[in-house]
């Protein structure tokens, strides 16, 4: 429960009080300040607590994005502040120097602050000015055309009133359910009537997290669908695969729209995206080997080409998250994208060349009806390629020309997403100093090379050569040198996605090699495990809770150890035999895992970590 204290005295006519309490605050009565610090000491200590001038006028919406958001410890508008349990130590103390101040004006001779003057003089506002000036972070919600004001007189009532009539409060509400950057599909196909089917659950007490699961099981009947086979399975799944995506959008909205935010939620909501997407191209798979055509390489070959996308997004980001606005603008590739940013036109279109979630599951979904799963995928790998070729062509030219340095926060991140097991870790430490005297490109230059010499081998060799085994010996070296000093440099973090292309590039050529039954599905299970444990560090990172415990890394032995392993059982069994091992190794790092990261994200949100929002991946 929430606690709302009104202070001052109550204009006749106001709604402020039925207002609050359909945001679920309990609302209590202060007179002064004296009474609203005797009230706040009353509240418990895990409760939220506002502090409301009585004479606010504005809308419930304002007031919503003021008082209700659970992302943020401390939060203000004009005539309100209010504080999370976490914050309320800071809040009170703001509150008694606020009192101790008043009370000292008045001792002095000076008339004391009227209960009802206007503006900054109201205590409410007094507190936010306090907040400030010790240097709280005091979150101050983007109101655009909402209104929110402490009239300090009749005639300012009456102006307030007639502006929150003229703007319609559930209108703006439904605006700003709607991310304000999102691709054309979604922005033109989806969100337009998305955001009603939000406020429909919204108005059902449904929630975000039981919306997100809703999209999941849509998708996973989807890929059943397509796993038959048949026309109609593959209609039917096109179909559904739409509808899982509007039910996608609309956890979001929904999110935005009730400011039901959660960490659990934001964990939820990335995850299952990328379970849809992979399940479905499971299915997709299944349902071509039952009409006779074998294209689980080219469903793995997917979602290695779209993981890594993933990872240059992430790992681009992070590299850059600590630069300034300054040092981001001073590339000419950036001031080239500011341009064209300015051409209404090349906005939508360079967003959806990049194929992004929208563009790419109508793509998948339209191609499964009329066309056949090779097809389908053809077009995703030309797509999806064009797309990773276009984005980080972008990128390394910013890397090269922009003027920012690389902090530690940023070099531990691409540290983290690197993955590096014991292998790299151990050799790592004995090639600390001459890695010092290298060139700066080092980093980015070894990890390519040995990842390409890893994966090229694999590929050309025969399935039980041992030429693969040396080549993974060969990437263990390469891929402690690339990690041997902190990832600071201009082009160090496309480190991460080489790595992730190496390891998930080996294990598809190998089972391709095989040549038997089953080798590629367990390739993409276990492929598909790995994956789930990149991102899953990465969504921790971006919650700010760091990397995953480094017994997880080590347990599943890193990129490189698990590079090793495969290709050394690719030399010692059987194609029949490694195929059964790519199961088993599937299926260990899968339990592993999946339980350590729903423990974790299960106890953030139990143990009351700061609620989040994903807003998606542009990819």
Same mark, same amino acid.
């Given at each position: 429960?929430?606690?709302?204290?009104?202070?001052?005295?109550?204009?006749?006519?106001?709604?402020?009080?039925?207002? #609050? %309490?359909?945001?679920?605050?309990?609302?209590?009565?202060?007179?002064? !300040?004296?009474?609203?610090?005797?009230?706040?000491?009353?509240?418990?200590?895990?409760?939220?607590?506002?502090?409301?001038?009585?004479?606010?006028?504005?809308?419930?919406?304002? *007031?919503?994005?003021?008082?209700?958001?659970?992302?943020?410890?401390?939060?203000?508008?004009?005539?309100?502040? &209010?504080?999370?349990?976490?914050?309320?130590?800071?809040?009170?103390?703001?509150?008694? %120097?606020?009192? $101790?101040? $008043?009370?000292?004006?008045?001792? +002095?001779?000076?008339?004391?602050?009227?209960?009802?003057?206007?503006?900054?003089?109201?205590?409410?506002?007094?507190?936010?000015?306090?907040?400030?000036?010790?240097?709280?972070?005091?979150?101050?919600?983007?109101?655009?055309?909402?209104?929110?004001?402490?009239?300090?007189?009749?005639?300012?009532?009456?102006?307030?009133?007639?502006?929150?009539?003229?703007?319609?409060?559930?209108?703006?509400? #439904?605006?700003?359910?709607?991310?304000?950057?999102?691709?054309?599909?979604?922005?033109?196909?989806?969100?337009?009537?998305? %955001?009603?089917?939000?406020?429909?659950?919204?108005?059902?007490?449904?929630?975000? =997290?039981?919306?997100?699961?809703?999209?999941?099981?849509?998708?996973?009947?989807?890929?059943?669908?397509?796993?038959?086979?048949? %026309?109609?399975?593959?209609?039917?799944?096109?179909?559904?695969?739409?509808?899982?995506?509007?039910?996608?959008?609309?956890?979001?909205?929904?999110?935005?729209?009730?400011?039901?935010?959660?960490?659990?939620?934001?964990?939820?909501?990335?995850?299952?995206?990328?379970?849809?997407?992979?399940?479905?191209?499971?299915?997709?798979?299944?349902?071509?080997?039952?009409?006779?055509?074998?294209?689980?390489?080219?469903?793995?070959?997917?979602?290695?080409?779209?993981?890594?996308?993933?990872?240059?997004?992430?790992?681009?980001?992070?590299? =850059?998250?600590?630069?300034?606005? +300054?040092?981001?603008?001073?590339?000419?590739?950036?001031?080239? $994208?500011?341009?064209?940013?300015?051409?209404?036109?090349?906005?939508?279109?360079?967003?959806?060349?990049?194929?992004?979630?929208?563009?790419?599951? !109508?793509?998948?979904?339209?191609?499964?009806?009329?066309?056949?799963?090779?097809?389908?995928?053809?077009?995703?790998?030309?797509?999806?390629?064009?797309?990773?070729?276009?984005?980080?062509?972008?990128?390394?030219?910013?890397?090269?020309?922009?003027?920012?340095?690389?902090?530690?926060?940023?070099?531990?991140?691409?540290?983290?997403?690197?993955?590096?097991?014991?292998?790299?870790?151990?050799?790592?430490?004995?090639?600390?100093?001459?890695?010092?005297?290298?060139?700066?490109?080092?980093?980015?230059?070894?990890?390519?090379?040995?990842?390409? !010499?890893?994966?090229? &081998?694999?590929?050309?060799?025969?399935?039980?050569?041992?030429?693969?085994?040396?080549?993974?010996?060969?990437?263990?070296?390469?891929?402690?040198?690339?990690?041997?000093?902190?990832?600071?440099?201009? *082009?160090?973090?496309?480190?991460?996605?080489?790595?992730?292309?190496?390891?998930?590039?080996?294990?598809?050529?190998?089972?391709?090699?095989?040549?038997? =039954?089953?080798?590629?599905?367990?390739?993409?299970?276990?492929?598909?495990?790995?994956?789930?444990?990149?991102?899953?560090?990465?969504?921790?990172?971006?919650?700010?809770?760091?990397?995953?415990?480094?017994?997880?890394?080590?347990?599943?032995?890193?990129?490189?150890?698990?590079? *090793?392993?495969?290709?050394?059982?690719?030399? *010692?069994?059987?194609?029949?035999?490694?195929? #059964?091992?790519?199961?088993?190794?599937?299926?260990?790092?899968?339990?592993?895992?999946?339980?350590?990261?729903?423990?974790?994200?299960?106890?953030?949100? =139990?143990?009351?970590?700061?609620?989040?929002?994903?807003?998606?991946?542009?990819?």
């Amino acid at each position: 429960m929430s606690t709302a204290i009104l202070t001052g005295q109550l204009v006749p006519g106001s709604s402020i009080e039925s207002e #609050l %309490r359909s945001l679920g605050f309990d609302v209590e009565l202060a007179p002064d !300040a004296a009474g609203a610090e005797t009230l706040l000491a009353r509240v418990p200590a895990g409760e939220r607590v506002a502090v409301v001038d009585a004479r606010f006028v504005g809308h419930v919406h304002a *007031l919503r994005l003021g008082l209700t958001d659970p992302r943020f410890p401390l939060a203000a508008i004009p005539g309100a502040v &209010t504080a999370r349990p976490e914050a309320r130590q800071t809040l009170t103390r703001a509150m008694a %120097r606020e009192h $101790s101040a $008043s009370g000292a004006t008045a001792h +002095a001779g000076a008339a004391p602050t009227k209960p009802d003057a206007g503006g900054p003089d109201g205590l409410a506002d007094r507190i936010t000015a306090a907040l400030d000036a010790d240097g709280a972070d005091v979150h101050r919600p983007e109101l655009g055309s909402l209104v929110a004001a402490v009239p300090a007189d009749p005639q300012a009532r009456n102006e307030a009133r007639q502006a929150v009539s003229v703007v319609d409060d559930e209108a703006v509400r #439904l605006k700003s359910a709607v991310k304000a950057r999102d691709g054309f599909v979604t922005t033109f196909l989806v969100s337009p009537y998305s %955001r009603y089917i939000a406020r429909w659950c919204a108005r059902r007490g449904l929630t975000p =997290n039981q919306v997100t699961t809703a999209s999941l099981i849509t998708a996973l009947i989807a890929a059943g669908c397509a796993a038959t086979g048949t %026309r109609g399975g593959f209609v039917a799944a096109g179909v559904l695969l739409i509808a899982s995506f509007v039910l996608d959008c609309t956890d979001g909205q929904l999110a935005r729209y009730s400011l039901q935010y959660s960490t659990l939620g934001a964990w939820l909501d990335a995850t299952f995206d990328r379970a849809k997407e992979y399940a479905y191209y499971a299915g997709l798979a299944l349902g071509a080997a039952r009409g006779g055509d074998d294209v689980w390489a080219l469903a793995l070959g997917a979602m290695v080409l779209q993981t890594c996308r993933h990872v240059v997004d992430f790992s681009f980001n992070e590299a =850059n998250v600590d630069s300034t606005a +300054a040092a981001a603008n001073t590339s000419p590739t950036a001031a080239l $994208s500011d341009r064209l940013d300015s051409v209404g036109w090349t906005v939508w279109v360079r967003r959806m060349i990049v194929l992004p979630i929208g563009e790419r599951w !109508a793509m998948i979904a339209v191609l499964t009806a009329v066309a056949t799963p090779r097809i389908t995928f053809y077009a995703l790998l030309i797509g999806c390629a064009f797309a990773a070729t276009y984005t980080t062509a972008g990128r390394v030219l910013r890397s090269l020309t922009r003027k920012a340095t690389r902090t530690d926060r940023a070099a531990t991140a691409l540290a983290d997403l690197a993955d590096s097991g014991p292998l790299a870790e151990t050799v790592a430490k004995g090639f600390a100093k001459p890695a010092r005297r290298l060139p700066g490109f080092t980093a980015p230059a070894v990890a390519l090379l040995g990842g390409l !010499a890893v994966v090229a &081998t694999a590929a050309l060799t025969d399935f039980g050569d041992a030429w693969p085994l040396v080549a993974a010996v060969v990437y263990v070296l390469t891929s402690a040198l690339a990690v041997a000093r902190p990832l600071k440099g201009a *082009l160090d973090w496309p480190v991460p996605p080489f790595f992730r292309a190496a390891e998930y590039g080996t294990v598809l050529a190998l089972a391709a090699n095989a040549d038997v =039954n089953g080798a590629l599905p367990a390739a993409f299970g276990l492929v598909a495990a790995v994956a789930y444990h990149h991102y899953d560090t990465v969504y921790r990172i971006r919650g700010g809770a760091g990397a995953p415990p480094r017994w997880l890394v080590r347990t599943i032995g890193g990129h490189e150890g698990r590079t *090793l392993v495969i290709t050394a059982l690719a030399v *010692l069994l059987t194609a029949t035999q490694f195929t #059964l091992a790519l199961t088993v190794l599937a299926v260990a790092v899968a339990l592993v895992v999946l339980a350590e990261s729903i423990r974790f994200w299960v106890a953030a949100h =139990n143990g009351g970590a700061p609620a989040v929002h994903d807003e998606g991946e542009p990819a």
